[in-house]
């Protein structure tokens, strides 16, 4: 196991308690879990991408481009819903 597949695991770890947490009600942050697992997808993908070298081996660079965007995916997820509890919170305060 690499480095690089090292903190994918960690921080796919803490995407999933954080997931756990928020649905059992006990700790919630917006967008922790989405960033999180932004953060272990985009290092899994760039770890992927670096394996393909110059070869023609298009099957893996397609995965690796495909877990990137899901990576990506979740950075949006992640930013809609900060900006979501900042408008909730904004409309509390008036």
Do not use: H
Request: glycine share 8%.
């Amino acid at each position: 196991m690499s480095k690089m597949q090292k903190i994918a695991a960690v921080f796919l770890v803490v995407a999933v308690a954080a997931w756990i947490l928020e649905k059992m009600e006990i700790f919630a942050v917006p967008g922790l879990t989405a960033i999180a697992l932004c953060v272990a997808m985009c290092v899994e993908g760039a770890d992927l991408l670096k394996g393909t070298g110059k070869k023609k081996n298009t099957s893996r660079r397609l995965a690796a481009v495909l877990v990137l965007a899901f990576g990506l995916f979740n950075l949006v997820v992640g930013g809609m819903e900060i900006y979501q509890y900042v408008l909730e919170l904004k409309g509390t305060i008036q």
